[in-house]
Structure formats: structure tokens, C-alpha cells
């Protein structure tokens, strides 16, 4: 099915909506996603769950990319009402779309707006730059 939107990655002037919705959501819950003791307990349930192909070496990174990229989209789909606005105009920037084409948006297409917003490259990179700021 083609999406009915197209997202380009962020940019310098993209950084203050993207602040404002992490501190309506709160910085903690996206950084307890990224604590250490979080990905050690992943990787024991990896582990345990004896799956040949996600406890492959080389997977093993990817397959912890996924679960916390799930893991920040349920974070902010949990929170998202704090900050609805932001959300709107963050995504309006990203896809050129208007705030309220956004809105009016199916509840299914919406999600995977915020999970393919998430995947982007420049995202995940922003995110790890930052998140090195806290070590």
C-alpha cells in the first residue's frame, strides 16, 4: 500500500519542535529506553526466547534497534496527548503536509507516520548524539 505521505529527514529549525514534544512526553521515559540495564534485560529475553536468527551475532544490534525504536513509538503514542499540537506541526514540517491534513489523518496511517518519523536515519542519529550528551 503507498503511504500518503513522504518525510524528509530533520533539520537544524526542526530541533526546537522535536524539544518541545520530548519535554511534554518527558525526557525520562525516552531515556529509561536507552539505559543500560534496560538493553541487558532485552538481550537476556532475546536470549531466552531461543531465537537462532536474532541471537546471531551480527543481528543481535539490529534486533536491539528495533525493540527500542518500538519502544520510543510507544512511548510517544502513550503520551501523545500531552503533546498533540507539537506532534501535529513536527510531522506537517517533516512530510509538507498542514497540521490539520495531519489531524484528519486515518488512526493506522497516523501510526505509521510516527514509527516511519522514528526510523528515519537523521532522527535515530540526532537521538544518539544527544543521548551521548548523558553518558
Given at each position: ?16 519542535v ?16 536507552f ?19 536474532e ?24 503520551n ?35 514509527i ?20
Amino acid at each position: 500500500m503507498e503511504k500518503k505521505y513522504q518525510l524528509r529527514n530533520p533539520k537544524a529549525e526542526d530541533i526546537f519542535v522535536m524539544f518541545r514534544i520530548i519535554s511534554k512526553i518527558g525526557i525520562n521515559n525516552i531515556k529509561k529506553i536507552f539505559n543500560a540495564q534496560y538493553v541487558k534485560e532485552i538481550m537476556a529475553s532475546m536470549n531466552e526466547e531461543g531465537n537462532a536468527e536474532e541471537n546471531n551475532a551480527e543481528k543481535k544490534p539490529e534486533a536491539i534497534g528495533m525493540y527500542i525504536v518500538f519502544d520510543i513509538a510507544s512511548t510517544i503514542l502513550e503520551n501523545m496527548d500531552n503533546a498533540k499540537t507539537d506532534i501535529y506541526a513536527f510531522l506537517a514540517r517533516l512530510s509538507g503536509m498542514k497540521e490539520m491534513e495531519i489531524a484528519d489523518m486515518e488512526a493506522a496511517d497516523f501510526a505509521d507516520m510516527v514509527i516511519d518519523t522514528i526510523q528515519l536515519e537523521g532522527f535515530r542519529d540526532f537521538f544518539q548524539r544527544v543521548l551521548g550528551l548523558f553518558k
